[in-house]
């Protein structure tokens, strides 16, 4: 296997670090990075697992994306960060230690060629589930395979290793050639007309080198609305996360829009869709159970859409499952004396409610899978949902997620974002603590040790180290394009950022590379500045902060050219005027053929501009080109905006003839790099 490793200088020490054993990295580099997983070894080292993306095949298509996995000693410190992966599409999506400190990867690829080593299979189903097993350093493949069947796709989703090495993963596969054997088949995958993907798991030996048992479990009835093309309509059933008790039994837990799963006698329900959980025992002689988490299923014709979906899991040594997620089920199994036993989103009645799934979840199922042993709703009105959930060495239960309801409980957050992070006491009946924090930070994974810390990262490429119990000190949490909310590492010169942080706010000053970055508005937790435009041609810059006369840690930064991001409006639609003048709305539309300015930053260099200065004649180095729905569409103006701060460009850009929505999504692009998407109304044709 290819191995491409990288170690920037700037990231060889910690991003900032505001307490003891505390810390907060930026993992990435030039490239956008996603992180799918976290895992802690004993001696606090992290590491995390996802995908680099590398750069569109075409402007029109997404990015193709490398595995990547990176290891952080306990102050924050990158020791290494590996890349790897062949000419397709390849996503990590799970991660895993032993005890020797060798590295498990599970994923999916659509790479023909990915590089493989002692598979135990080597042809790929078109997008196919992958382990990889590296050595401690990352240095290594010591096994690498495809893995899910060879005749439909395929994903690894979890990956976890025994005490004695033995490797285990399960996922979703469509391949009905996918090697289980009976007792453990409990139906058969498909392709093709009402087709049928399910859920599975296996054990591997320790060089990965052979299937020691493996298993599949599939449904086929689907709850359908009016309209005959339900019948027709695939039916999934897929595992999403994986663990392994201290005596080998095998629990996975996942979600399925079928009704008809081989539910096991005792078990808390024996029917129901959606979410589900099922413990396979270790000698690979059937189910020790399987059973449903509820029964709500809003049907909207001709699809069935389960209330209950099930994001991930956690295993005791004893065998208990610890899962979260997200329902609008009020009958959701919640147990009494819990910190939420009463669901708090909007009844929608059954079966024609539709309703959004609103409140995130949290469940402890005992051993035999018969019962609670506890269950908590968590969340407010609007939506809510538990992404991720992890249990320290005291039996304490750590769950984070996302949130739109103001109500979430935020007793030791210094934000108002849209990610939680909350702790429970070993019975679901106390929040040990609660907070929320901004988008990217908490969301996407997270680990807890023995030692009191909980290790968390955001989908964008930011990994902290949060110490529940200490007060929270001012520090830099990360930054975002100040049009945008997703926090990063990576900045462009002249770009508007916002700078996150408790307490950054307070009579501040901005550094970043040795030069002063001009301050356009703070607040108690948010700077909104402006980085220089010296630090074009630089690969790395350092990040200061100074509040009320203290200096706080430095937060290193990764310099791109560009990093292109459009103003928007409360409703995420583009900030845009119409050729009259007027501001494009939904009712205020624009005419095919006329004119339409947006303003973007993060557009690169200004020749001739001055750091915060009101915009001049400089000259835009990168800026711009742009498309509507897809298609290319004239610019005729983008450089400076008059009256505004250099750093914020202005791109006029034509309707095209042939719209045939009322709405359309505009995207800008400077150098290499597209911004996201943004809408604005048009009159269609």
């Known amino acids: 296997m290819i191995l491409r490793w990288g170690m920037p200088a700037v990231l060889a020490v910690p991003l900032m670090v505001w307490g003891a054993g505390d810390y907060a990295t930026y993992i990435g580099d030039s490239n956008d990075y996603r992180v799918a997983a976290i895992v802690l070894d004993k001696a606090g080292n992290t590491y995390a697992a996802g995908s680099r993306l590398i750069g569109p095949r075409s ?28 000419k397709g599409n390849d996503q990590a999506k799970a991660l895993a230690l032993d005890a020797a400190g060798n590295i498990y990867i599970g994923g999916a ?38 893995f899910g069947g060879t005749k439909g796709i395929s994903s690894v989703n979890a990956v976890t290793v025994d005490g004695a090495g033995n490797i285990y993963v399960a996922g979703e596969t469509r391949a009905p050639d996918f090697p289980a054997s009976p007792p453990l088949v409990f139906g058969v995958p498909s392709t093709g007309l009402a087709s049928r993907s399910g859920a599975f798991v296996a054990k591997l030996a320790p060089a990965a080198d052979r299937i020691l048992l493996a298993g599949v479990v599939t449904g086929s009835a689907v709850q359908c609305g009016a309209g005959s093309t339900c019948f027709l309509s ?70 069935a859409n389960p209330g209950n979906i099930l994001n991930a899991l956690a295993v005791s040594e004893t065998g208990e499952a610890y899962v979260v997620g997200k329902t609008n089920d009020e009958n959701f199994p919640a147990t009494s004396g819990v910190v939420q036993p009463v669901y708090s989103g909007p009844v929608h009645p059954a079966p024609f409610g539709f309703g959004p799934q609103t409140d995130a979840f949290v469940a402890k199922l005992n051993a035999t899978g018969s019962g609670m042993a506890w269950g908590t709703y968590l969340g407010g009105k609007n939506p809510d949902e538990a992404r991720a959930v992890a249990v320290d060495g005291k039996g304490n239960v750590w769950v984070s997620g996302v949130t739109s309801s103001p109500e979430f409980p935020n007793a030791n957050g210094w934000s108002d974002g ?23 930070i908490v969301a996407q994974s997270l680990a807890a040790g023995g030692d009191g810390l909980v290790h968390v990262a955001g989908a964008s490429g930011i990994v902290s180290v949060i110490s529940p119990g200490e007060p929270v000190s001012p520090h830099v949490a990360g930054m975002t394009n100040a049009a945008v909310s997703d926090l990063t590492g990576r900045v462009a010169p002249g770009e508007l950022i916002r700078i996150h942080g408790p307490g950054i706010g307070m009579a501040p000053s901005v550094a970043i590379g040795g030069r002063t970055a001009p301050i356009l508005a703070a607040f108690a937790n948010q700077i909104l500045a402006v980085a220089p435009f010296g630090l074009n041609g630089e ?119 042939g719209l045939s929505s009322a709405e359309a999504e505009v995207v800008v692009r400077a150098g290499n790099q597209a911004s996201a998407g943004a809408t604005i109304f048009v009159t269609p044709n």
């Open 418 to 440: 849209e990610e939680f992070l909350v702790g429970l006491k070993p019975d679901g009946t106390t929040l040990l603590y609660s907070a929320r924090y901004p988008n990217h």
């Open 234 to 303: 695939t039916r999934s059933t897929a595992a999403v996360g994986l663990g392994v008790d201290a005596v080998g039994n095998m629990v996975i837990a996942g979600n399925t829009n079928t009704t008809d799963l081989p539910t096991t006698s005792g078990a808390l329900r024996s029917s129901g869709i959606g979410a589900f959980v099922a413990k396979f025992r270790a000698d690979g002689s059937g189910l020790a159970y399987l059973t449903y988490l509820g029964a709500r299923n809003d049907v909207l014709a001709p699809f």
């Open 539 to 657: 690969q790395s810059a350092r990040l200061r902060v100074t509040s009320n006369g203290v200096a706080l840690p430095e937060f290193p930064l990764i310099v791109v050219p560009t990093a292109p991001q459009i103003f928007r409006n409360a409703d995420g639609s583009a900030a845009a005027v119409n050729q009259d003048g007027t501001l494009n709305s939904s009712g205020n539309p624009a005419l095919p053929g006329t004119i339409v300015a947006v303003w973007a930053t993060g557009t690169g260099y200004y020749f001739d501009a001055a750091d915060g200065a009101i915009a001049g004649e400089a000259r835009n180095t990168y800026c711009c080109t742009a498309a509507i729905s897809g298609s290319a569409a004239d610019v005729l103006y983008a450089g400076p905006s008059p009256g505004l701060i250099n750093g914020v460009t202005q791109i006029n850009v034509r309707i095209p003839a």
């Open 109 to 146: 690829t659509s790479s023909p060629n990915f590089p493989l080593r002692g598979a135990v299979q080597t042809q790929s189903g078109g997008t196919t589930g992958f382990l990889v097993k590296l050595s401690p350093d990352g240095s290594q493949t010591m096994a690498s395979t495809y």
């Open 59 to 86: 402007p029109d298509l997404p990015p193709l994306g490398d595995v990547f996995v990176a290891k952080l000693d306990p102050r924050g410190g990158l020791l290494f960060r590996v890349t790897f992966g062949g």
